[in-house]
């Protein structure tokens, strides 16, 4: 297997993480300029991202393990799969490649660099939502690694494509993905005020599901009753 030096798997983590955001804000952005219909904004957001998710973690997955998440990459630590040392340097590139992301769709519909967000995200529906949101993200990568690893790029995608519409904060699932979102006051924000809420749901998510599945996932020897000798 071909193992990739730690400045390349930080810059593998950056460009995914900005393309994802590219693609949430600038979907956002273009679905709100075509219709006034909010479930259809909705949909084309959706569809843009979890296909994006797809393309990113086939490609870039070899390389960093495709995580794009401080919560993901902070679950593979506490697992012992990411180097404790590694962790800094994911975190700081997945936080940079968010706000590269939010910069580079704005350019590209011609709107301030960057902007604070007002939209309203709070309240526990949301909270609780977002910790349902980030379980079921990595409930889905651990089991997909643990039991189908070539198809986990469909699975993320399918499944953030499904959140998107069961849960009632459309699934960000991800700290630097939130932190990103507050940067943009469009379709896709989040107001700043909001993000700790975001944020603290989503890595106590993560941390539930790195529990129990790591109980769940952990198989157990079948002892075989011995049978009893026949007496003489």
């Given at each position: 297997?071909?193992?990739?030096?730690?400045?390349?798997?930080?810059?593998?983590?950056?460009?995914?993480?900005?393309?994802?955001?590219?693609?949430?804000?600038?979907?956002?952005?273009?679905?709100?300029?075509?219709?006034?219909?909010?479930?259809?904004?909705?949909?084309?957001?959706?569809?843009?991202t979890g296909a994006m998710l797809v393309v990113l973690i086939?490609?870039?997955?070899?390389?960093?393990?495709?995580?794009?998440?401080?919560?993901?990459?902070?679950?593979?630590?506490?697992?012992?799969?990411?180097?404790?040392?590694?962790?800094?340097?994911?975190?700081?590139?997945?936080?940079?490649?968010?706000?590269?992301?939010?910069?580079?769709?704005?350019?590209?519909?011609?709107?301030?660099?960057?902007?604070?967000?007002?939209?309203?995200?709070?309240?526990?529906?949301?909270?609780?939502?977002?910790?349902?949101?980030?379980?079921?993200?990595?409930?889905?990568?651990?089991?997909?690694?643990?039991?189908?690893?070539?198809?986990?790029?469909?699975?993320?995608?399918?499944?953030?494509?499904?959140?998107?519409?069961?849960?009632?904060?459309?699934?960000?699932?991800?700290?630097?993905?939130?932190?990103?979102?507050?940067?943009?006051?469009?379709?896709?924000?989040?107001?700043?005020?909001?993000l700790p809420g975001f944020i603290?749901?989503?890595?106590?998510?993560?941390?539930?599901?790195?529990?129990?599945?790591?109980?769940?996932?952990?198989?157990?020897?079948?002892?075989?009753?011995?049978?009893?000798?026949?007496?003489?």
């Open positions: 297997m071909v193992s990739f030096d730690l400045r390349r798997r930080a810059v593998a983590e950056a460009l995914g993480t900005c393309l994802l955001v590219a693609t949430v804000v600038g979907s956002g952005i273009m679905a709100e300029t075509l219709t006034r219909d909010t479930a259809l904004a909705l949909l084309g957001n959706t569809m843009a086939t490609i870039l997955g070899p390389i960093s393990g495709a995580h794009f998440n401080p919560a993901v990459s902070l679950v593979f630590c506490l697992n012992r799969t990411l180097p404790m040392r590694d962790l800094p340097a994911y975190l700081v590139a997945q936080f940079v490649g968010g706000v590269v992301g939010t910069i580079a769709a704005h350019l590209m519909f011609a709107l301030p660099v960057l902007e604070i967000a007002t939209k309203l995200r709070t309240g526990p529906s949301q909270w609780f939502s977002e910790i349902v949101a980030t379980f079921g993200l990595v409930a889905v990568i651990l089991s997909g690694i643990r039991f189908e690893q070539r198809a986990v790029p469909w699975l993320v995608g399918l499944y953030i494509t499904a959140a998107y519409w069961f849960t009632a904060s459309t699934s960000f699932a991800n700290p630097a993905v939130a932190v990103a979102r507050a940067l943009t006051n469009t379709f896709s924000g989040i107001r700043p005020v909001d603290v749901a989503e890595l106590l998510g993560a941390l539930i599901a790195l529990v129990l599945m790591g109980w769940l996932l952990r198989p157990q020897p079948i002892q075989q009753s011995v049978p009893a000798k026949a007496e003489s």
